[in-house]
Protein backbone atom coordinates (compact mmCIF):
# COMPACT_ATOMS: atom_id res chain seq x y z
CA UNK A 1 0.00 0.00 0.00
CA UNK A 2 0.60 4.16 -0.66
CA UNK A 3 3.64 5.46 1.90
CA UNK A 4 2.71 8.99 3.76
CA UNK A 5 -0.11 11.11 2.02
CA UNK A 6 -0.01 13.89 0.73
CA UNK A 7 -3.13 15.30 2.32
CA UNK A 8 -5.32 14.15 5.47
CA UNK A 9 -8.61 13.73 4.96
CA UNK A 10 -11.28 13.92 7.65
CA UNK A 11 -13.57 11.31 8.60
CA UNK A 12 -13.37 7.97 8.67
CA UNK A 13 -11.09 5.63 6.92
CA UNK A 14 -12.66 3.72 3.56
CA UNK A 15 -12.22 0.31 2.18
CA UNK A 16 -9.35 1.51 0.00
CA UNK A 17 -7.99 4.28 2.13
CA UNK A 18 -3.90 3.78 2.35
CA UNK A 19 -4.12 3.27 -1.76
CA UNK A 20 -2.76 5.84 -3.94
CA UNK A 21 -4.07 5.94 -7.33
CA UNK A 22 -2.41 8.23 -9.97
CA UNK A 23 -4.73 9.71 -12.83
CA UNK A 24 -3.38 10.17 -15.85
CA UNK A 25 -6.78 9.92 -18.39
CA UNK A 26 -8.47 12.58 -19.16
CA UNK A 27 -12.72 13.34 -20.45
CA UNK A 28 -14.46 11.20 -17.96
CA UNK A 29 -14.23 7.40 -17.90
CA UNK A 30 -11.42 7.23 -16.39
CA UNK A 31 -11.56 10.36 -13.93
CA UNK A 32 -14.76 9.51 -12.73
CA UNK A 33 -13.43 5.65 -12.49
CA UNK A 34 -10.46 7.30 -10.25
CA UNK A 35 -13.21 9.40 -8.40
CA UNK A 36 -15.38 6.04 -7.23
CA UNK A 37 -11.83 4.58 -5.85
CA UNK A 38 -11.76 8.11 -4.27
CA UNK A 39 -14.90 8.01 -2.76
CA UNK A 40 -13.70 4.62 -1.09
CA UNK A 41 -10.86 6.43 0.94
CA UNK A 42 -7.97 5.87 -2.01
CA UNK A 43 -6.05 9.06 -2.72
CA UNK A 44 -6.09 9.70 -6.17
CA UNK A 45 -3.60 12.47 -7.74
CA UNK A 46 -4.64 13.80 -11.09
CA UNK A 47 -1.92 14.58 -13.18
CA UNK A 48 -2.72 16.86 -16.07
CA UNK A 49 -0.65 18.15 -19.23
CA UNK A 50 0.14 21.98 -18.96
CA UNK A 51 -2.51 22.63 -21.28
CA UNK A 52 -5.10 20.98 -18.63
CA UNK A 53 -7.58 18.24 -19.29
CA UNK A 54 -9.77 18.92 -22.07
CA UNK A 55 -13.26 18.62 -19.69
CA UNK A 56 -11.90 21.45 -18.49
CA UNK A 57 -12.71 23.52 -21.83
CA UNK A 58 -16.08 22.34 -22.18
CA UNK A 59 -19.04 24.24 -22.52
CA UNK A 60 -20.20 25.36 -19.57
CA UNK A 61 -22.38 28.05 -17.42
CA UNK A 62 -20.29 28.02 -14.52
CA UNK A 63 -17.83 30.69 -15.61
CA UNK A 64 -14.96 30.02 -13.51
CA UNK A 65 -14.92 26.28 -14.15
CA UNK A 66 -16.17 23.31 -16.16
CA UNK A 67 -18.91 21.70 -14.47
CA UNK A 68 -18.24 18.70 -15.80
CA UNK A 69 -14.90 18.81 -15.24
CA UNK A 70 -15.84 19.58 -11.73
CA UNK A 71 -18.61 16.88 -11.22
CA UNK A 72 -16.54 14.39 -12.72
CA UNK A 73 -12.83 14.65 -10.57
CA UNK A 74 -13.77 14.77 -6.88
CA UNK A 75 -11.71 14.38 -3.93
CA UNK A 76 -8.20 14.43 -6.17
CA UNK A 77 -5.18 16.17 -5.86
CA UNK A 78 -4.32 18.33 -8.53
CA UNK A 79 -0.73 18.37 -10.51
CA UNK A 80 0.76 19.42 -13.73
CA UNK A 81 3.25 17.30 -15.17
CA UNK A 82 4.97 17.79 -19.07
CA UNK A 83 5.88 14.34 -19.83
CA UNK A 84 7.68 15.68 -22.87
CA UNK A 85 10.04 17.18 -19.89
CA UNK A 86 12.55 14.78 -18.70
CA UNK A 87 12.51 16.47 -15.18
CA UNK A 88 8.74 15.99 -14.97
CA UNK A 89 9.13 12.77 -16.25
CA UNK A 90 11.24 11.61 -13.56
CA UNK A 91 8.97 13.20 -10.65
CA UNK A 92 6.27 10.82 -12.26
CA UNK A 93 8.45 8.04 -12.26
CA UNK A 94 9.08 8.92 -8.21
CA UNK A 95 5.31 8.98 -7.66
CA UNK A 96 5.24 5.49 -9.24
CA UNK A 97 7.78 4.06 -7.18
CA UNK A 98 5.23 4.14 -3.99
CA UNK A 99 1.65 3.96 -6.00
CA UNK A 100 -0.79 1.65 -5.66
CA UNK A 101 -2.24 2.24 -9.02
CA UNK A 102 -2.12 3.96 -12.40
CA UNK A 103 -4.76 4.81 -15.04
CA UNK A 104 -4.63 6.30 -18.34
CA UNK A 105 -6.40 6.99 -21.74
CA UNK A 106 -3.83 7.03 -23.98
CA UNK A 107 -3.83 5.41 -27.38
CA UNK A 108 -1.39 2.85 -28.01
CA UNK A 109 1.83 3.32 -28.53
CA UNK A 110 1.81 7.07 -26.77
CA UNK A 111 2.86 5.46 -23.75
CA UNK A 112 5.76 3.95 -24.24
CA UNK A 113 7.01 7.03 -26.14
CA UNK A 114 6.03 8.91 -22.82
CA UNK A 115 8.26 6.44 -21.01
CA UNK A 116 4.95 5.45 -19.53
CA UNK A 117 4.10 1.81 -20.93
CA UNK A 118 3.19 -1.51 -18.80
CA UNK A 119 6.50 -2.86 -19.18
CA UNK A 120 8.47 0.47 -18.10
CA UNK A 121 6.57 1.17 -15.43
CA UNK A 122 6.24 -2.94 -14.25
CA UNK A 123 10.52 -2.54 -14.00
CA UNK A 124 9.91 0.40 -11.58
CA UNK A 125 7.62 -0.75 -9.78
CA UNK A 126 6.13 -4.65 -9.80
CA UNK A 127 3.11 -4.14 -7.74
CA UNK A 128 1.51 -1.46 -9.61
CA UNK A 129 -1.93 -1.83 -10.95
CA UNK A 130 -1.54 -0.52 -14.92
CA UNK A 131 -5.63 0.85 -16.07
CA UNK A 132 -5.73 1.84 -19.50
CA UNK A 133 -8.82 2.89 -21.08
CA UNK A 134 -9.25 2.79 -24.46
CA UNK A 135 -11.39 3.32 -27.20
CA UNK A 136 -11.93 -0.23 -28.71
CA UNK A 137 -9.30 -2.23 -26.86
CA UNK A 138 -6.18 -3.22 -26.76
CA UNK A 139 -6.04 -5.18 -30.07
CA UNK A 140 -7.86 -5.91 -33.43
CA UNK A 141 -7.87 -3.17 -36.35
CA UNK A 142 -9.51 -0.11 -33.97
CA UNK A 143 -7.19 -0.61 -31.91
CA UNK A 144 -5.81 2.57 -32.47
CA UNK A 145 -9.44 4.82 -32.95
CA UNK A 146 -9.93 7.24 -30.54
CA UNK A 147 -13.46 6.32 -28.71
CA UNK A 148 -16.44 8.53 -27.56
CA UNK A 149 -19.10 7.74 -26.00
CA UNK A 150 -22.30 7.98 -28.93
CA UNK A 151 -19.47 7.26 -30.92
CA UNK A 152 -19.95 3.61 -29.25
CA UNK A 153 -23.58 4.05 -28.52
CA UNK A 154 -24.20 4.50 -32.10
CA UNK A 155 -21.63 1.94 -33.79
CA UNK A 156 -23.10 -0.74 -30.95
CA UNK A 157 -26.84 -0.72 -32.26
CA UNK A 158 -27.57 1.39 -28.63
CA UNK A 159 -28.69 3.96 -30.88
CA UNK A 160 -30.87 1.91 -32.96
CA UNK A 161 -32.57 0.23 -30.62
CA UNK A 162 -33.17 3.37 -28.51
CA UNK A 163 -35.39 4.95 -31.52
CA UNK A 164 -38.56 3.34 -32.29
CA UNK A 165 -38.59 0.39 -34.92
CA UNK A 166 -39.04 2.10 -38.05
CA UNK A 167 -37.45 5.70 -37.39
CA UNK A 168 -34.32 7.10 -36.75
CA UNK A 169 -31.89 6.16 -34.81
CA UNK A 170 -31.92 8.37 -30.92
CA UNK A 171 -28.56 8.83 -28.81
CA UNK A 172 -28.85 8.11 -24.84
CA UNK A 173 -27.85 11.58 -23.68
CA UNK A 174 -25.83 11.59 -20.10
CA UNK A 175 -22.34 9.89 -21.18
CA UNK A 176 -23.92 6.13 -20.35
CA UNK A 177 -21.24 4.59 -21.54
CA UNK A 178 -18.50 6.48 -20.48
CA UNK A 179 -20.27 6.38 -16.66
CA UNK A 180 -20.33 2.85 -17.11
CA UNK A 181 -16.80 2.29 -18.39
CA UNK A 182 -16.04 4.45 -15.01
CA UNK A 183 -17.72 1.50 -12.83
CA UNK A 184 -15.47 -1.05 -15.16
CA UNK A 185 -12.13 1.07 -13.82
CA UNK A 186 -13.42 0.95 -10.09
CA UNK A 187 -14.50 -2.43 -10.32
CA UNK A 188 -11.50 -3.83 -12.07
CA UNK A 189 -8.78 -1.89 -10.15
CA UNK A 190 -10.29 -2.88 -6.70
CA UNK A 191 -10.44 -6.43 -8.14
CA UNK A 192 -6.91 -6.50 -9.35
CA UNK A 193 -5.87 -4.93 -5.82
CA UNK A 194 -7.52 -8.07 -4.16
CA UNK A 195 -5.59 -10.17 -6.07
CA UNK A 196 -2.42 -8.40 -5.27
CA UNK A 197 -2.84 -9.02 -1.64
CA UNK A 198 -2.37 -12.66 -2.23
CA UNK A 199 -0.17 -13.04 -5.33
CA UNK A 200 2.03 -9.66 -4.50
CA UNK A 201 2.00 -8.73 -7.83
CA UNK A 202 0.76 -6.27 -9.78
CA UNK A 203 -0.97 -6.38 -13.58
CA UNK A 204 -2.30 -4.75 -16.26
CA UNK A 205 -5.77 -3.85 -16.51
CA UNK A 206 -7.78 -3.44 -19.62
CA UNK A 207 -11.19 -1.38 -19.82
CA UNK A 208 -12.72 0.06 -23.07
CA UNK A 209 -15.89 1.97 -24.32
CA UNK A 210 -16.58 -0.75 -26.40
CA UNK A 211 -16.41 -3.45 -23.24
CA UNK A 212 -18.49 -0.88 -21.72
CA UNK A 213 -21.55 -0.78 -24.38
CA UNK A 214 -22.05 -4.33 -25.30
CA UNK A 215 -21.70 -5.37 -21.77
CA UNK A 216 -24.59 -2.70 -21.03
CA UNK A 217 -26.64 -5.16 -23.99
CA UNK A 218 -26.40 -8.56 -22.13
CA UNK A 219 -29.67 -9.06 -22.33
CA UNK A 220 -29.73 -8.21 -25.86
CA UNK A 221 -26.48 -9.88 -27.10
CA UNK A 222 -28.16 -13.40 -27.12
CA UNK A 223 -28.57 -15.32 -30.21
CA UNK A 224 -29.82 -18.60 -30.30
CA UNK A 225 -29.32 -21.19 -32.92
CA UNK A 226 -31.57 -20.75 -36.29
CA UNK A 227 -32.94 -17.50 -35.20
CA UNK A 228 -33.41 -15.25 -37.79
CA UNK A 229 -31.30 -11.56 -37.79
CA UNK A 230 -34.04 -9.45 -36.77
CA UNK A 231 -35.87 -11.24 -34.08
CA UNK A 232 -36.77 -7.88 -32.01
CA UNK A 233 -33.82 -7.23 -29.29
CA UNK A 234 -35.76 -4.17 -27.71
CA UNK A 235 -36.75 -4.91 -23.98
CA UNK A 236 -39.44 -2.71 -24.01
CA UNK A 237 -42.85 -3.88 -23.05
CA UNK A 238 -44.72 -1.27 -25.46
CA UNK A 239 -47.96 0.72 -24.97
CA UNK A 240 -48.81 0.75 -21.09
CA UNK A 241 -44.90 1.12 -19.71
CA UNK A 242 -43.40 4.21 -20.46
CA UNK A 243 -44.04 8.05 -19.87
CA UNK A 244 -47.01 9.30 -20.33
CA UNK A 245 -48.88 13.11 -20.43
CA UNK A 246 -51.15 14.43 -17.32
CA UNK A 247 -52.62 17.50 -16.23
CA UNK A 248 -49.43 18.52 -15.52
CA UNK A 249 -46.22 17.33 -16.20
CA UNK A 250 -45.57 13.97 -17.70
CA UNK A 251 -45.56 10.53 -15.52
CA UNK A 252 -43.55 7.12 -16.44
CA UNK A 253 -45.50 4.39 -15.03
CA UNK A 254 -44.52 0.14 -15.22
CA UNK A 255 -47.46 -1.41 -14.71
CA UNK A 256 -45.99 -5.45 -16.37
CA UNK A 257 -47.33 -7.95 -13.29
CA UNK A 258 -51.01 -8.67 -13.17
CA UNK A 259 -50.55 -7.03 -9.48
CA UNK A 260 -49.49 -3.96 -10.76
CA UNK A 261 -51.85 -3.61 -13.72
CA UNK A 262 -54.84 -4.45 -11.70
CA UNK A 263 -53.29 -1.64 -9.29
CA UNK A 264 -53.37 0.85 -12.26
CA UNK A 265 -56.70 0.19 -13.40
CA UNK A 266 -58.72 0.53 -10.38
CA UNK A 267 -56.44 3.95 -9.25
CA UNK A 268 -57.08 5.74 -12.59
CA UNK A 269 -61.09 4.61 -12.62
CA UNK A 270 -60.99 2.44 -15.00
CA UNK A 271 -61.50 -1.29 -13.23
CA UNK A 272 -62.88 -2.72 -16.47
CA UNK A 273 -59.42 -2.83 -18.16
CA UNK A 274 -58.07 -5.50 -15.71
CA UNK A 275 -61.30 -7.76 -16.38
CA UNK A 276 -61.14 -7.39 -20.11
CA UNK A 277 -59.03 -10.88 -21.33
CA UNK A 278 -57.83 -9.19 -24.37
CA UNK A 279 -55.25 -6.97 -21.91
CA UNK A 280 -54.34 -9.76 -19.46
CA UNK A 281 -50.87 -10.27 -20.33
CA UNK A 282 -48.03 -7.81 -21.13
CA UNK A 283 -48.38 -9.29 -24.56
CA UNK A 284 -51.59 -8.79 -25.15
CA UNK A 285 -51.55 -4.80 -23.85
CA UNK A 286 -48.88 -4.06 -26.15
CA UNK A 287 -50.80 -5.66 -29.16
CA UNK A 288 -53.67 -4.02 -27.95
CA UNK A 289 -51.88 -0.35 -26.92
CA UNK A 290 -53.79 1.68 -29.47
CA UNK A 291 -57.26 1.11 -27.45
CA UNK A 292 -55.66 1.21 -24.01
CA UNK A 293 -53.75 4.33 -24.36
CA UNK A 294 -56.08 6.70 -24.93
CA UNK A 295 -58.04 5.66 -22.29
CA UNK A 296 -54.90 6.06 -20.10
CA UNK A 297 -54.30 9.30 -21.28
CA UNK A 298 -57.75 10.54 -20.73
CA UNK A 299 -57.58 9.22 -17.11
CA UNK A 300 -54.65 10.78 -16.11
CA UNK A 301 -55.50 14.19 -17.53
CA UNK A 302 -57.49 14.33 -13.78
CA UNK A 303 -54.83 14.93 -11.70
CA UNK A 304 -50.79 16.25 -11.88
CA UNK A 305 -47.72 13.77 -12.39
CA UNK A 306 -46.92 14.66 -8.80
CA UNK A 307 -50.63 14.17 -7.65
CA UNK A 308 -50.74 10.71 -9.57
CA UNK A 309 -47.12 9.85 -8.05
CA UNK A 310 -48.98 10.01 -4.62
CA UNK A 311 -52.05 8.21 -5.39
CA UNK A 312 -50.03 5.49 -7.15
CA UNK A 313 -47.95 5.03 -4.03
CA UNK A 314 -46.16 1.62 -3.57
CA UNK A 315 -49.11 -0.27 -5.49
CA UNK A 316 -48.25 1.12 -8.95
CA UNK A 317 -44.38 1.77 -9.55
CA UNK A 318 -43.81 5.11 -10.94
CA UNK A 319 -42.10 8.10 -10.86
CA UNK A 320 -43.35 11.97 -11.73
CA UNK A 321 -40.69 13.51 -14.48
CA UNK A 322 -38.27 15.80 -12.81
CA UNK A 323 -35.57 18.12 -13.59
CA UNK A 324 -32.05 17.50 -12.04
CA UNK A 325 -32.62 20.08 -10.32
CA UNK A 326 -35.31 18.75 -8.52
CA UNK A 327 -33.07 15.85 -6.75
CA UNK A 328 -30.47 18.06 -4.71
CA UNK A 329 -33.65 18.37 -2.22
CA UNK A 330 -35.40 15.41 -2.75
CA UNK A 331 -36.29 13.66 0.64
CA UNK A 332 -34.92 10.20 -0.88
CA UNK A 333 -31.62 11.84 -1.56
CA UNK A 334 -31.37 13.89 1.73
CA UNK A 335 -32.04 10.94 3.66
CA UNK A 336 -29.16 8.76 2.04
CA UNK A 337 -26.92 11.78 2.28
CA UNK A 338 -25.53 11.64 -1.65
CA UNK A 339 -25.72 15.36 -2.24
CA UNK A 340 -22.95 17.30 0.20
CA UNK A 341 -21.62 20.65 -0.02
CA UNK A 342 -17.79 21.35 -1.20
CA UNK A 343 -15.63 24.73 -0.78
CA UNK A 344 -13.95 25.33 -4.49
CA UNK A 345 -10.64 27.78 -4.14
CA UNK A 346 -12.78 29.50 -7.38
CA UNK A 347 -15.84 28.61 -7.13
CA UNK A 348 -16.83 29.09 -3.79
CA UNK A 349 -19.30 27.15 -2.22
CA UNK A 350 -21.31 24.37 -4.10
CA UNK A 351 -23.46 21.06 -3.59
CA UNK A 352 -22.77 18.48 -5.42
CA UNK A 353 -22.86 14.54 -5.52
CA UNK A 354 -20.87 12.51 -2.73
CA UNK A 355 -20.66 8.77 -2.98
CA UNK A 356 -22.54 6.04 -4.67
CA UNK A 357 -21.69 3.03 -2.47
CA UNK A 358 -22.56 2.82 1.18
CA UNK A 359 -19.97 0.46 3.61
CA UNK A 360 -21.46 -0.36 6.93
CA UNK A 361 -17.56 -0.30 8.73
CA UNK A 362 -15.86 1.67 5.97
CA UNK A 363 -18.23 4.46 5.13
CA UNK A 364 -15.07 6.20 3.96
CA UNK A 365 -13.63 9.83 4.40
CA UNK A 366 -15.19 13.44 3.69
CA UNK A 367 -15.23 14.09 -0.13
CA UNK A 368 -13.72 16.95 -1.13
CA UNK A 369 -14.00 19.48 -4.20
CA UNK A 370 -12.33 18.76 -7.56
CA UNK A 371 -8.53 20.67 -7.73
CA UNK A 372 -8.12 23.36 -9.97
CA UNK A 373 -5.00 23.31 -12.67
CA UNK A 374 -2.14 22.32 -10.53
CA UNK A 375 -3.69 23.27 -7.08
CA UNK A 376 -1.16 21.16 -4.96
CA UNK A 377 2.07 20.81 -7.54
CA UNK A 378 4.63 21.85 -4.46
CA UNK A 379 2.85 19.99 -2.07
CA UNK A 380 3.64 16.82 -3.98
CA UNK A 381 6.80 17.71 -5.61
CA UNK A 382 8.37 18.62 -3.09
CA UNK A 383 8.25 14.64 -2.05
CA UNK A 384 9.39 13.55 -5.63
CA UNK A 385 12.70 15.36 -5.84
Known amino acids: MATQSFVERHGPRGPLSGVRVLDLSAYIAGPYG ?19 DNLRKYPSTLEAESRAFVGVNRSKLGVVLDLKDPADQAALLGLVREADVLVHNFRPGVPERLGIGHAQLQAVNPRLIYCNVTGYGETGPLKQKAGYDQVLQTMTGMCALQGKRGEPPEILYGSVVDYYAASLVAAGVASALYEREKSGQGQFVGVSLLRAAMAMQSARLVWAEGEPRDVGRDMRSGGITGIHPTREGHIYISANTPHFWQALCEKIGLPELARDERYDSVRKRARHHADIVPRLHAALAARSALEWEELFGEEVPCAAA ?5 MFDHPQVLAEDMVTRFEHPILGSYRGFTRPVAYGRTPGPEPFAAPTLGQHNDRVRARTR
Open 34 to 52: CALLADQGAEVIKIEPPAG
Open 322 to 326: RTVED
